[in-house]
T-cell receptor, first 113, second 113 residues
Framework: AQSVAQPEDQVKVAEGNPLTVKCTYS??????LFWYVQYPNRGLQFLLK??????LVKGSYGFEAEFNKSQTSFHLKKPSALVSDSALYFC???????????FGSGTRLLVRP | DTAVSQTPKYLVTQMGNDKSIKCEQN?????MYWYKQDSKKFLKIMFS???????INETVPNRFSPKSPDKAHLNLHINSLELGDSAVYFC????????????FGDGTRLSIL
């Protein structure tokens, strides 16, 4: 079965430190990969996507993600976290043969002042 | 100038009632979606329409029926509401194409008494 795993329910970092939110997937073919962020009582907002090409993808608000095909991972990173980055982050994968977007279970990021 | 708007934002109703949630997008997208987010924040696709044609129909009770009068609107009607239907329902839209990000509304929080 096709799936997306976010192994950490929660990630805590201090403001100014780098952050990583992990995502691995089990999907056949060459899927499209996405990261979304959800703030309280809001819908999901698109952050970035990987289609093909450079393994380091840059997105909104200073976020970037590193694609690793051999490890089937797509980890979200930011060099210097802000308190305002505290939110729920979702990794999502769309198999190239499907219309469906498969979401991970979400990782809550807490950035301490 | 909200891109994807859902009404109502909150819906509190009794078990057994029938209710509808409306969604409209002004982005010119041709594909729209309904998702359910449960209390643990897990997101699951329910339906998707492309140019008024149903393209995703997940294993959802047939009490749930989507309707797309035109490609800018996708409504969700729910018959005989049950306690387990309590959740946040998100509408989203995108251009057709696997690499296109989805744009989400802010959700409708449905509470069944």
């Amino acid at each position: 079965a096709q799936s997306v795993a976010q192994p950490e329910d929660q990630v805590k970092v201090a403001e100014g430190n780098p952050l990583t939110v992990k995502c691995t997937y089990s999907v056949s073919g060459n899927p499209y990969l996405f990261w979304y962020v959800q703030y309280p009582n809001r819908g999901l907002q698109f952050l970035l996507k990987y289609i093909t090409g450079d393994n380091l993808v840059k997105g909104s608000y200073g976020f970037e993600a590193e694609f690793n095909k051999s490890q089937t991972s797509f980890h979200l990173k930011k060099p210097s976290a802000l308190v305002s980055d505290s939110a729920l982050y979702f990794c999502a994968v769309r198999p190239d043969s499907s219309y469906k977007l498969i979401f991970g279970s979400g990782t809550r990021l807490l950035v301490r002042p | 100038d909200t891109a994807v708007s859902q009404t109502p934002k909150y819906l509190v109703t009794q078990m057994g009632n029938d209710k509808s949630i409306k969604c409209e997008q002004n982005l010119g997208h041709d594909t729209m979606y309904w998702y359910k987010q449960d209390s643990k924040k897990f997101l699951k696709i329910m339906f998707s329409y492309n140019n008024k044609e149903l393209i995703i129909n997940e294993t959802v009770p047939n009490r749930f029926s989507p309707k797309s009068p035109d490609k800018a609107h996708l409504n969700l009607h729910i018959n005989s509401l049950e306690l387990g239907d309590s959740a946040v329902y998100f509408c989203a839209s995108s251009q057709r194409g696997g690499n296109q990000p989805q744009h989400f509304g802010d959700g409708t929080r449905l509470s069944i008494l």
